[in-house]
């Protein structure tokens, strides 16, 4: 291969050139973020050879390199009271996600949602990086899942609107790798993109995304006490728990103190950064959002030591390896999910995975946050078929936050949990497309779902603990 420059012209060639096919698999899951995670599974369970491609060096995605190191979302409360937040707690997100959970559990790398739910937490589970990154690597070892770290994706290969496989690049150099069915869990879409998808970002005024955020880890942090619950409960909107601290502090971009304890006793992660009126593919933007939000870390740092009763001595541990981008393309699908469908819980026959976060929007431009819970305590909202199987594309899914759905859904769908599931819907889709020689628009979602509910997926949205009265 030559690359030549054009002195004439101020332009770089590149000749054409022959590209060494280095695997073909039945089903290649592009990104290994939870949504990869969950997909790599779901598909592995369909007993088809499977291939993950991943940029980092591990899995987790924003998981472990962004230090977002909570699996939140896979519970509802009914009928609840803030001092009462275990009445009725309904669990909506089982399937790999909680087989996951469950391993971590085991390996001493997680604290688990009933455990914290026993201190008024909700039910998130709070995990160690460093054990995550190790048994996502065991698992996807027991099955058998061929792992390809280090490696960019740069090119769609595409037979008319059919994608065939992607084009990558690492350190052997460029190559490609073929497949029956893909799927982009790329969290951008970025397969897609390359496909020729459709896709939408931004919210629909004026194409604005959400802030991007470094987390970082501090330790020596005090034991949450009487002092500390007394200096900060008068704040709005305060809250001092043992694993999870909230309050205003406005003299920060973000707005408030938003912490989240870890397995490790005076560990909090902290999700306190912000840099706004920035485009998560820009990599100028990228690189500006680095540098401003590792600025802001060592005031946040200081305040803790001055305000907080007993962290004098608090230090910080680190900083993510990424800063973490919450939104950018969203593919357009057969079916786009709406706010609406997500506050109402409404149901559709195809729904493949469910969910219980709430709209959590952090502010585009600036402080704070526009949160909005579904409407019907209890109850869950469900994710169709539809809106992982993109317009045109044909033998592609899409999984993770770069699904199909508005600007306002999307901000409730993106967290660990939630891509998972959805990930693990992807996979399975994927597998029996494999299996029954079908495209994945053509695949029968009943089918889909039978196999879902057989893996211990929860597909029931609505659950009630007593029978609704007819009230004529």
């Known amino acids: 291969m030559g690359i030549f420059y054009n002195k004439t012209t101020f332009k770089v060639h590149r000749d054409a050139q022959e590209i060494p096919v280095k695997a073909k698999v039945d089903v290649l899951v592009c990104g290994g973020g939870p949504a990869g995670i969950g ?63 469950e391993r971590l559990i085991q390996e001493d790398g997680a604290i688990s949602p009933e455990e914290l739910n026993k201190t008024g937490q909700n039910d998130a589970a709070t995990f160690d990086i460093e054990v995550y990154k190790r048994v996502a690597d065991e698992i996807m070892e027991e099955w058998g899942i061929n792992l390809l770290y280090h490696t960019m994706i740069t090119g769609a290969i595409m037979d008319g609107e059919t994608i065939k496989g992607v084009v990558i690049e690492n350190k052997a150099g460029c190559q490609a790798i073929l497949a029956d069915v893909i799927i982009d869990a790329t969290g951008d879409g970025d397969v897609a993109y390359l496909a020729g998808a459709s896709y939408k970002m931004g919210r629909d005024e004026d194409g604005k995304t959400q802030p991007l955020t470094t987390m970082f880890r501090i330790g020596g942090m005090p034991e949450v006490g009487k002092e500390q619950i007394e200096k900060f409960s008068k704040y709005p909107k305060g809250k001092v728990q043992p694993y999870f601290l909230f309050w205003e502090a406005p003299e920060f971009i973000y707005g408030h103190v938003c912490i989240f304890g870890t397995p490790r006793k005076g560990e909090y992660r902290c999700e306190m950064t912000r840099s706004v009126d920035k ?67 409404r149901e559709f026959e195809d729904v493949i995975a469910l969910g219980c976060y709430p ?30 199987v993109p317009a045109k594309i044909e033998n592609l899914l899409v999984a993770g936050r770069c699904i199909s759905a508005d600007f306002y859904a999307e901000s409730a769908i993106r967290i660990s949990s939630t891509c998972m599931a959805i990930g693990e819907a992807a996979g399975t889709a994927a597998a029996l497309c494999v299996v029954k020689h079908k495209s994945p628009r053509d695949l029968d979602a009943n089918l889909l779902r039978q196999k879902l509910a057989s893996q211990g997926v929860c597909l029931e949205q609505f659950v009630y603990n007593t029978p609704l009265v007819d009230e004529k």
């Open 359 to 388: 709209i959590d929007l952090h502010n585009p431009m600036g402080r704070g946050y526009d949160m909005r819970f579904i409407k019907y305590p209890g109850q869950a909202y469900g994710i169709p078929y539809r809106c992982i």
């Open 279 to 345: 485009n998560g593919l820009n990599p100028d933007d990228l690189t500006k959002a680095e540098i401003e939000c590792r600025r802001q870390i060592p005031k946040i740092v200081e305040y803790f030591r001055k305000e907080y009763p007993g962290a004098e001595n608090v230090y910080l541990i680190d900083s993510a390896g990424t800063v973490g981008v919450q939104d950018s393309r969203r593919i357009v699908g057969e079916y786009e999910m709406t706010m609406d469908d997500l506050l109402e819980c």
């Open 39 to 101: 997909a790599a599974l779901g598909a592995a369970k369909g007993e088809v050879s499977v291939m993950i491609i991943e940029k980092n060096n591990c899995l987790g995605g924003l998981a472990t390199t962004g230090l977002v190191t909570t699996f939140a979302g896979s519970s509802i409360f009914s009928d609840s009271e803030d001092d009462d937040p275990v009445v009725n707690r309904r669990q909506v997100i089982k399937g790999v996600v909680w087989e996951f959970i």
